[in-house]
């Protein structure tokens, strides 16, 4: 496979993105997106590395790093099947869905419940 050069510019006014693609043997192509597009393209990326992973034995995250978002809008309801659906807009890819059975629903509260009760409570500042 030809090794490939990337490049990715957004716009000054923060409406598109550039991107160019292309071998580093030839002369790379560029594309202008909208945040839809860009968010299109994302999903189907995503839509591609789950195929290329199906079958692949899921691995544990402990001790792996992974990219940490602080405060996203969340959003929590009944999922179609015996759980819960927790949803998160995550800003690089935006927002993901993930529909937890009702047993890890279980654990999920008991680890966020022992992290709480561990938690220091911020102490009120006098008025």
Not at 12 to 24: A, C, H, K, L, N
Not at 88 to 115: M, N
Request: no cysteine.
């Amino acid at each position: 496979m030809a090794e490939a050069r990337v490049g990715i510019r957004v716009a000054d006014d923060r409406q598109s993105v550039t991107i160019e693609i292309g071998s580093t043997a030839e002369q790379s192509e560029t594309v202008v997106l909208n945040i839809e597009q860009l968010t299109q393209i994302i999903r189907l990326l995503g839509q591609a590395r789950a195929r290329m992973v199906q079958g692949d034995q899921k691995r544990p995250l402990d001790g792996k790093t992974v990219e940490t978002v602080i405060e996203p809008p969340w959003y929590i309801q009944v999922a179609q099947i015996d759980g819960s659906l927790l949803a998160f807009d995550h800003p690089s890819y935006g927002p993901l869905a993930f529909a937890v059975p009702r047993a890890d629903v279980v654990r999920i509260v008991d680890i966020l419940s022992k992290h709480l009760a561990h938690a220091n409570p911020q102490q009120e500042k006098p008025s």
